[in-house]
């Protein structure tokens, strides 16, 4: 007896970092032939009709620009944008014939209009930080109560999931802080990394750089401010490193130019995965990012798997990617000091910098390889295919 594929619809917001994570998916879902996948990316191809949705939904201030622009609740708005989308690309779906197995949310907000549907057809919600999480990264009071209907949201999300997959511990613990009658199904998943991208050759031909070459110091970025640029250019000269390294900068933030500091190339409109891309993680010997707020760090995973140690800051779910002082260096947000000290460490120590990079790798493979994250997320779908919905 033969069984058909397991039909499975996979939802991405397509936003921001998002975009780079459905494609992903697409990956993933294609490694398994039991499984066939429709894909839907709300960023791709918007007809009139949901630009003139995305315009009168998302009107005013973009979430977290003023405190008391909270009132008017823009990140609810945003992400309510995201759910009444998504419910309105299922049902043409739905009624053009097409009937799913399995829905795979990404992230929550995704799922926000199709409540009813996840009572009907069980559904996969994946995340990469919780509304408590977020909301702790704006300043306290009126700024934070643009997450609380999210947050309600959410929970009502995550209860009518069969699955619920977090990128991180840091996620999967505070959503079960909230809802530990969950624990049965929050299953923690890295995002997988397509290892075959990073030549594991790059590590030798940096290992035989000759002493007297510049050492190589990579930053990708795109919101400049936040990612910690500004606090990067101050270590940068205070440490005099052009004498000895050049910097990369990757971002397409306005305003920032090679002369902000000596040493300096700033490389606009790369794309990731492209050859641009890999060429200069090829070239790089380290990767620094000294970010104030970050939901996972894609990019700590892309620098392990090119074989580079990392400088990361010491928050949220960094610290499950980057083992300080084994594959690279955590220092605190805004502390100057320290990330003058971690990049005077890598960028004098060519043998530290070679040992680093090559455990970041082992590491990454280990962890984050499509097979094993294939495998996993498979067995998810048909499990909460074969169960159904959970019960009310």
Same mark, same amino acid.
């Given at each position: 007896?033969?069984?058909?594929?397991?039909?499975?619809?996979?939802?991405?917001?397509?936003?921001?970092?998002?975009? +780079?994570?459905?494609?992903?998916?697409?990956?993933?879902? #294609? /490694?398994? &032939?039991?499984? %066939?996948?429709? @894909? =839907?990316?709300?960023?791709?191809?918007?007809?009139?009709?949901?630009?003139?949705?995305?315009?009168?939904?998302?009107?005013?201030?973009?979430?977290?620009?003023?405190?008391?622009?909270?009132?008017?609740?823009?990140?609810?708005?945003?992400?309510?944008?995201?759910?009444?989308?998504?419910?309105?690309?299922?049902?043409?779906?739905?009624?053009?014939?097409?009937?799913?197995?399995?829905?795979?949310?990404?992230?929550?907000?995704?799922?926000?209009?199709?409540?009813?549907?996840?009572?009907?057809?069980?559904?996969?919600?994946?995340?990469?930080?919780?509304?408590?999480?977020?909301?702790?990264?704006?300043?306290?009071?009126?700024?934070?109560?643009?997450?609380?209907?999210?947050?309600?949201?959410?929970?009502?999300?995550?209860?009518?999931?069969?699955?619920?997959?977090?990128? +991180?511990?840091?996620?999967?613990?505070?959503?079960?802080? #909230? /809802?530990? &009658?969950?624990? %049965?199904?929050? @299953? =923690?998943?890295?995002?997988?990394?397509?290892?075959?991208?990073?030549?594991?050759?790059?590590?030798?031909?940096?290992?035989?750089?000759?002493?007297?070459?510049?050492?190589?110091?990579?930053?990708?970025?795109?919101?400049?401010?936040?990612?910690?640029?500004?606090?990067?250019?101050?270590?940068?000269?205070?440490?005099?490193?052009?004498?000895?390294?050049?910097?990369?900068?990757?971002?397409?933030?306005?305003?920032?130019?090679?002369?902000?500091?000596?040493?300096?190339?700033?490389?606009?409109?790369?794309?990731?995965?492209?050859?641009?891309?890999?060429?200069?993680?090829?070239?790089?010997?380290?990767?620094?990012?000294?970010?104030?707020?970050?939901?996972?760090?894609?990019?700590?995973?892309?620098?392990?798997?090119?074989?580079?140690?990392?400088?990361?800051?010491?928050?949220?779910?960094?610290?499950?990617?980057?083992?300080?002082?084994?594959?690279?260096?955590?220092?605190?947000?805004?502390?100057?000091?320290?990330?003058?000290?971690?990049?005077?460490?890598?960028?004098?120590?060519?043998?530290?910098?070679?040992?680093?990079?090559?455990?970041?790798?082992?590491?990454?493979?280990?962890?984050?390889?499509?097979?094993?994250?294939?495998?996993?997320?498979?067995?998810?779908?048909?499990?909460?295919?074969e169960r159904g919905p959970p019960r009310a």
């Amino acid at each position: 007896m033969t069984h058909r594929p397991l039909r499975a619809l996979f939802v991405n917001s397509g936003i921001l970092g998002h975009a +780079s994570v459905a494609r992903l998916f697409q990956r993933v879902a #294609d /490694q398994d &032939a039991a499984i %066939d996948a429709t @894909h =839907v990316d709300l960023s791709a191809e918007l007809t009139s009709a949901e630009r003139v949705l995305r315009r009168v939904m998302c009107a005013g201030p973009a979430p977290g620009s003023f405190a008391a622009a909270s009132l008017a609740l823009p990140r609810f708005r945003h992400e309510l944008h995201a759910g009444v989308q998504a419910a309105r690309r299922i049902h043409a779906l739905e009624g053009a014939g097409e009937a799913f197995d399995v829905i795979h949310f990404h992230t929550q907000a995704t799922a926000y209009g199709s409540l009813g549907r996840m009572r009907r057809v069980p559904s996969v919600v994946s995340i990469d930080t919780t509304q408590r999480l977020a909301s702790a990264e704006v300043p306290a009071g009126l700024a934070r109560l643009d997450y609380a209907p999210n947050a309600a949201m959410d929970r009502r999300v995550f209860r009518a999931a069969a699955a619920v997959t977090a990128t +991180s511990r840091w996620a999967a613990d505070d959503l079960l802080r #909230d /809802q530990p &009658a969950l624990a %049965d199904r929050v @299953h =923690v998943m890295p995002y997988p990394v397509p290892l075959e991208g990073f030549d594991a050759g790059w590590m030798d031909e940096r290992a035989a750089r000759g002493a007297d070459e510049p050492v190589r110091v990579l930053f990708i970025g795109g919101d400049w401010e936040r990612k910690g640029g500004p606090a990067l250019l101050d270590a940068w000269r205070a440490g005099e490193f052009a004498e000895r390294a050049r910097l990369d900068v990757v971002t397409d933030w306005p305003g920032v130019k090679p002369l902000d500091a000596g040493g300096l190339s700033v490389h606009r409109g790369i794309r990731a995965y492209t050859p641009a891309w890999f060429e200069l993680w090829r070239r790089a010997d380290v990767f620094v990012l000294p970010t104030r707020g970050e939901a996972f760090g894609m990019v700590f995973q892309e620098a392990a798997a090119a074989g580079v140690p990392a400088i990361g800051t010491r928050i949220n779910a960094i610290p499950e990617i980057v083992q300080h002082g084994a594959t690279g260096l955590l220092v605190a947000p805004d502390d100057p000091a320290a990330l003058l000290d971690a990049l005077r460490r890598l960028a004098g120590d060519a043998a530290l910098r070679t040992r680093m990079g090559r455990a970041a790798r082992a590491r990454i493979e280990q962890i984050a390889s499509f097979d094993r994250y294939a495998a996993r997320l498979g067995a998810l779908l048909r499990q909460a295919a074969e169960r159904g919905p959970p019960r009310a």
